[in-house]
């Protein structure tokens, strides 16, 4: 007799809500936290952000009255808000599950990202703006939250992402900064417009998975936002989320649903109409795109370049790879050559005098906390082994390094020497901020500072300890230096990049040295398509990014632009007047408490009634009623998934509960269930009465710079089984068997990875994966497969292989299934076709596979509610080898290897779509759909031609 899990859940939601709760860590183990609380908030934090938090205190409240009464609407409940410093990548976020909550990183951001004049205030305000724009709610769905908590949410059905986001984006904005303002984030709309290839709203709702990614719904919908506002108002644009909240209106087509139906009665214009209207503003006057001898190399992501004599260095974050191009007179053509694969998470490079060294700048993450590092590399790729931890976009200086260290969300200028000692030579603060330092000799270095938001070209001089600010007698001088980006020298030539009139970004070169000082400083004054970005100098040419809608290109820049020449002063720059002492964050106001998050697990926060279904011979029947809530604590250290009722059938209460713990620094997964379940045996299925305990651990460890990784999981389950005695009575006095134990322990190690546009992806992995029972009639089983991929960009070929072998002590089918451990970890390339030929115990099976990519035709359209990315089809070679079991009689065809020894082979086909959807708004679904038929080749010479092919369908999904 097998025992195994037969039920039937289709309440997945609660799932799909708890599974990124389990994964989430935000301290550092065994933190002692502390809260303060305000008219609306539970402000949560460490001692280490002890200042951050009581600054925040100081102003939470007055930010949450001006967002309310911008969209009219309220929080009734009051809004935990965790403070962590634990990382070193800046960012936040609000989860409305099991209630509303918020989490903001204490660690600085990049100013050249965006600026903000308090980047505090604007990220709290940019998170509270989803916390209260998302609890809109009207009509009878205020009564029901109450009763069931935040899953009764009508904006999950009625919010697209770029509205999601867009409101956001909009009010961190509204003072005229954030990324609303940012003319780079305006530039890449007015490319796209530009090029005919602007989003759609549908596009800009996450289904679009081609470059600008996620990015699309931020910036198309911040600037959507941005313009609704200032077309028709906020009071009207406060009414559009407030129906959102009221009323979810259905329609067969997706511009004539939920919110483009809600859109249209609140403005009276369709939504596309509107859209066209707002892209129609970003509409500029023809620009000349590069000419094609000026073109070095094309469709990439560049990230991040660096200059030598007469080559360029960079960042292709498109193949995940450090990359070389030498710079070829006008009219050859550039070669590029792929060093190294670096992570995805690299952000800056730079080169030493030398020319043979660089560095790369890119986060390190142990779990979900970031830790900056820099690490060195020859320029032929090979790493050094010198790795700097907790620096930010360093450069070489003197005979060490410079770059920027955090202090809470402040940053400072450090200079690490030849020893490894640290020297800070100034600090950041509250509102003036600086970016990646550009060396030009050894006593003075370049930077770009924000104060209060607004950008500045300075000079730092170390040995005097003070910065002086590059100003003009431009009457614009202001506007031209607010926006600069991408900082790079040449000596005592600085290059960077300038918007001041919102458009493309231009060259500006600064000679310090320059014969002329009434010359030295020159802005070009010549839009190219693409903008110029990331510019630097080689021997004798200027190299810069143009950014293409969706990919970019490394150009060589003409000589003949035109030029607004002009002279410069130095002004000396004092920064403690710059940054005044906050008497707010001196003293706190607001009474200190201990955390804890025992008061925060309320199971009323987010619960729901659902009958119990169970498909019991193939039958699906209602056998009792329970519920469903979700738990979690505002740090989301710990989560809790809850599902408990009453099971008629078996005269028991079920239970069912999950625990995901962070507190220790890695994840730890615990269940325990008591309920009803199936048998299968030779006369039909069985209810029986299972008690399980689980509990297992995943730990991720990078090696070297993070680009291959290892991951193991142990585990452990405990089985008892109680089987009906037949005499009516209730489950609770069944006696259970003899415990069953499983012992398993998952070992991988890969550098596998696949971009969203991606049909096979690039790698290579292997993967383990032993389990035992502890029953002397199964010993256990074993799992190996090895996968590698290789896709090129922009090229339609590609191959996928696959290695795997099986042990099996109870015996499994051809295609790796045994009741007791479920599908095999190779299923998707096992031989199925094959399966029913064989018997289902099987001591052993090993095989492969080698697939390769037919085509991957881009369609990015929708048909009503269903966005179709892309069609593709493969062509794949599969084999399979097995030991046979004498006692069996089903082996039917195949080949004989040896003794005992059989095998079989196939050519499959596959044709199918990926396909996007948002049943969900605020959570897109992607799914691969496909069809697959299979030329059975050991089949063809058995004389039965109904045996010789297979046709399949398979679908794969991704959240």
Known sequence: MTVFRHKLFVFLFPFLLWAPLAEAQTFKPFTRLFVVQTAHFDIIYPAQSRPTALRLASFADSVYDEISSLLGITVKDRIPVTITPDTDQFNGYMNPFPYTHIVLFDTPMDIEWTTFQDPLRSLFLHELTHAISLNSRGGIAPFLHDIFGSWVTPTLLTSPLFMVEGVTVSFESLEGYGRANDPLVQQRIRQAVAENKALSPFQASGVYDLPPLSRAYYEYGGLFSSWLQKAYGMERYGELWQAMGSRIPLGLFYYNHGFARIFKDTYGLPLKDAWQSFLASYKTDEVQPPANSDLLLQ?????????????????????????????????????????????????????????????????????????????????????????????????????????????????????????????????????????????????????????????????????????????????????????????????????????????????????????????????????????????????????????????????????????????????????????????????????????????????????????????????????????????????????????AGGDVVGKIGYFDASWASINLGFPIFTSFSDQMEAVESSSGYTMYRASRLSISTPFTVPLGDGTVTVHLMPSLALLLAAFDPGDGSSAYFWAYEKPLWTYGLNLGISNLYRKPWQLLGNGIGFDMYARSTGDPESSGRLDTALRASWEPPASWFGMRGSLYAAWDGRGMSLDGKNPSFGNAPFADVAAVEYASQTPDSLPWVAGGEVETKLFALELQSNISHIYINRFFATLAYRAVIYEGVAESNLQTAGFALGNNLYGYHSVIAKFGTVVSAVPITMAPLRYSPFFWAAVKLSNLRDQDPNNDFQLGFALSLEW
């Open 299 to 643: 469709d990439m992501q560049i990230t991040s370049l660096a200059a030598a004599d007469g080559a360029v260095y960079g960042i292709d974050s498109r193949t995940q790879s450090l990359f070389k191009v030498d710079v070829p007179p006008p009219g050859r053509q550039a070669k590029k050559s792929t060093l190294r694969p670096i992570p995805t998470s690299a952000y800056e490079l730079s080169i030493n005098k030398n020319q043979d060294r660089l560095l790369l700048s890119y986060y390190r993450y142990t779990g979900d906390l970031a830790t900056a590092v820099v690490e060195e590399y020859t320029t032929t790729g090979k790493a050094t082994g010198r790795v700097w931890q907790g620096l930010y976009k360093a450069s070489y200086f003197r005979d060490g390094i410079i770059g920027l260290a955090s202090e809470l969300h402040r940053t400072n200028l450090v200079y690490v020497d030849s020893s490894g000692v640290r020297h800070t030579l100034a600090r950041g603060g509250e509102r003036v901020q600086f970016s990646k330092p550009v060396p030009i000799d050894d006593t003075r270095i370049a930077l770009i500072i924000s104060i209060q938001g607004q950008r500045k070209l300075a000079v730092f001089q170390v040995d005097e300890g003070r910065f002086y600010i590059i100003k003009t007698a431009l009457q614009d001088d202001a506007e031209r230096w607010r926006y600069i980006r991408n900082l790079s020298a040449r000596g005592t030539r600085l290059l960077f990049t300038y918007n001041n009139d919102h458009s493309f970004y231009r060259l500006g070169v600064l000679d310090l040295d320059a014969a002329d000082p009434e010359r030295a400083l020159s802005f070009s004054e010549e839009r190219v398509s693409g903008g110029i970005l990331l510019p630097l100098q080689t021997s004798d040419t200027i190299v810069y990014r143009a950014a293409g809608s969706t990919w970019d290109s490394l150009v060589r820049l003409p000589q003949t632009e035109s030029k607004l020449h002009t002279g410069y002063t130095l002004e000396a720059l004092d920064l403690e007047k710059e940054e005044p002492v906050l008497p707010s964050a001196l003293q706190p106001k607001n009474k200190e408490e201990n955390y804890n998050p025992v008061h925060y697990l309320n199971p009323l926060k987010f619960w729901l009634p659902v009958p119990l279904i169970n498909n019991v011979d193939n039958s699906i029947r209602i056998d009792g009623m329970g519920i469903i809530t979700l738990l979690g604590d505002p740090t989301e250290s710990n989560s809790v998934l809850i599902n």
